[in-house]
């Protein structure tokens, strides 16, 4: 195994394998596909967990593509100190010749030495790693013995065999779970805020739930692996992200129950978010109501300058980043948007009950993929824009379609009432500059 390289810009690796995963018990209409899928896979969360957590390092044990791929997906960044890096798994690896475990530790310990401001460290798994058999469960428990106190160690994985790239973030959040110190039994009753968010929204959301009346208030993941919140029997689980199963298994197992609540985009989903959290700690939704007052307000006026570029317009999800339930709902509701397909890779109807009861009535919902059918009912609805990974953006683009990165709302600031109408934009940008190029070309 080489040492631990600086990750170049080049292309990432994507890729296509089978969507396997059934639905749940709900009578809403669902076309299942198994077939050819079009996604990144799981390193990408890489990219915007190592921005929350700020003292963790994320080192993926693979190969040159996967450090390609979270390079890729990071933009162009040379740091001067990185968190996160590839230990690349080479021929000496593979044939045998050097015990990767050995190699694994020296890679390590050498980054260890040279970086004492790393607390926590994780070691993320590989298509490669696995199908070497490296195993990092072990690994991480040995170079824990050696490095605790100091740095804690984890391992999760970020390998792109049967996931989408969100599954990342849950895999990681839900590899942390046994790491979190146990709540007394006899604690009062504590909220835990799900789900990585940037620092800005976190904090608005603490505001208003700290002014309505939850004062136990924690997220997960934390700000510093020196603040990983307790967790117990009287810890209410309210997620900010969708695709989180397994981490709320992990939680489970550990006590907490979750809140049933719609997500928090949008008004009426941020406010739904709300007051499901208040009504768990016997607040009631007036509270909500007077707390959050200016600030739906500004939401809403905000929101009806997009409503204007929206409304009517038609628009597609191809399955990536489970978000596409909430987000259809929000476009639809509050903008008016036509939706034509909603794809989403995995569909959690327990976690998504309340937002699959605002879909409007007779919504195309679809689970997984066969690409090349998605791409021709995609062409067949014509929709004013597409939401899509990003290997299927180019070429949608070039036969005329107005397209929409999927993994840039996960990128962007997007929860809550003063993201709404950012949120909005990123819809309503592509296709005003799709009308800027049909001017200027009509011009000329
Ligand atoms: S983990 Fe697998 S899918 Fe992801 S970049 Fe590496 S080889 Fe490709």
Redesign the pocket.
Known sequence: MSAVIPIRAEA??K?GHDAGHQAGHDATPVLRERGQREV????TGIIWLHRKIQDAFFL?V??R??A???QSAAGVMIFAEPRFATAIIDERDLAGIADANDELDRVVRRLLERRPDIKMLFLVG???SEVIKLDLSRAAQRLSREFLPQVRIVNYS????ETTFTQGEDACLAALVPELPAAPVEASASLLVVGCLPDVVEDQFARHLRAIGIADLQFFPPRSSRSLPAVGPNTRVLLAQPFLGDTVRALEQRGARRIAAPFPFGVEGTTAWLEAAAAAFGIEAASVARVTQPARERATKALQRQRAALDGRSVFFFPDSQLEIPLARFLSRELGMRLTEVGTPYLHREHLRQELAWLPAGTQLSEGQDVEKQLDRCRAQAPDIVVCGLGLANPLEAEGLTTKWAIELVFSPVHGYEQAADLAELFARPLRRRALLATETACN
């Open positions: 990432g690796c890729v990144f896979c799981g390193l993926v693979g190969s593509t996967c390609h791929l979270i590989s298509c490669p970020g390998s792109g065999i």
